[in-house]
């Protein structure tokens, strides 16, 4: 059993930054995929990044590419997601999820899942 929690959401201005962290206890999620995900109200969970444990194997929805830059500590069983010019349109809620066992980008293919942190940017 793995426990994710997420922190760094909140409010901020268009153009600005946050940096979201999701820490894992239970089970050491070194050799896993990790990814982030968001959910607008009203809308589906959507994929916005994913880290696996070799070095260069990074993925970006399109909509975040340039933007958002994922990466982890394995020392501190963290994945950490840097999210620079901020657009109204990534206000959601966001996920960290592991366990990933088929598509990197697909929702229903992670099995464990944090709280969600909220992310808010006005215009």
């Known amino acids: 059993q793995v426990q994710l929690v997420e922190s760094g959401g909140g409010l901020v201005q268009a153009g600005g930054s946050l940096r979201l962290s999701c820490v894992a206890s239970?089970?050491?999620?070194?050799?896993?995929?990790v990814g982030w995900f968001r959910q607008a109200p009203g809308k589906e969970r959507e994929f916005v990044a994913a880290?696996?444990?070799?070095?260069?194997?990074?993925y970006y929805a399109d909509s975040v590419k340039g933007r958002f830059t994922i990466s982890r500590d394995n020392t501190k069983n963290t994945v950490y997601l840097q999210m620079n010019s901020l657009k109204p349109e990534d206000t959601a809620v966001y996920y960290c999820?592991?366990?990933?066992?088929?598509?990197?980008?697909?929702?229903?293919?992670?099995?464990?899942w944090g709280q969600g942190t909220q992310v808010t940017v006005s215009s």
């Open positions: 999820a592991t366990g990933m066992g088929g598509a990197i980008s697909r929702s229903t293919d992670y099995l464990y």
């Open positions: 239970g089970r050491t999620f070194s050799r896993d995929f």
């Open positions: 880290a696996g444990w070799r070095a260069g194997s990074i």
